[in-house]
């Protein structure tokens, strides 16, 4: 199977489970599925291939978690649209949530999934110890240590263009949450901890690489791939891959981070070889 089939292919299975999820008769789920729809699901799929490539032998133990990581990524989305931050009109194909439904409603939203994801997380009674680990370990990633600094930092004007708060940013916005949706597949599969470490490790490059990439595709990108419309006058503010090193910089650098995290997979042995195949999609990517 190639890496085009594989996402595919975990990527049915996700969308199967958020459906199942999102059934509820209460119509402000509906709202909430709005926004969920479309997603590449990146980051639940990681999950998924590190609990399955860390030995891992009943799917459904990681799918609940999985897919609360796709949530919180959901939520972060909505609430980046609006006017207040990145003021974007378009994702994942259509209307943003506030233009949909009002920025109350947007923000309501986001909240709902953002606390959904954690009913999910501790769906089952099973393993409480990795269940409470993993909600610990996402917290961190999510919150003020990781994605909402990050994103203080983003909409912040930056006019020296510093390659040290760049990382600053790419870090917590991007990397600490792709790293963590490595670690807590392998958490559920009881890994040992060497191990997670180093995913955790090759999953910050990797967090890295893709916000390169992100930052590349909104220099480079299409709208009718990207879902949405790139707002130049915000991204001539933000401090970006692009904006600190030029085009050809960026992409040399983001290069360089996939070779540092496909370096660390491929010490984790063949079962581990997916995560490479992952690496070289998202620096290739052109969406």
Known sequence: MNINEYLAEKRQIVDAALKKYFSDTNPFFEIMYYSLDRGKRIRPI????????????????????????????????????????????????????????????????????FAYAFELFAQSEDRPPQRIRIVREVSEAVG???????QVLDIQEHKDLNPKSLRQIHLNKTAKFIALSIKVGAIMAEAPEHRIRILEKAGLYLGILFQY??????????????GKTPQKDILQKKLTAPRVYGLSGAKFRAQRYATRAKNLFNQLGRNFEIFSAITDFVLNRTF
């Open 213 to 226: 990439t992100d930052d590349i595709l909104d220099v480079t990108g299409k709208k009718e791939k990207l």
């Open 144 to 150: 003020p240590k990781g994605v909402v600094y990050g």
């Open 46 to 113: 990681l999950a998924i291939a590190s609990y399955e490539a860390n030995g891992g032998k009943d799917i459904n133990e990681i799918i609940p978690i999985a897919c609360g990581l796709e949530l919180i990524h959901t939520y972060s989305l909505i609430h980046d649209d609006l006017p207040a931050m990145d003021n974007d009109d378009y994702r994942r194909g259509k209307e943003s949530a506030h233009k949909k439904f009002g920025e109350a409603i947007a923000v309501l939203s986001g909240d709902g999934l």
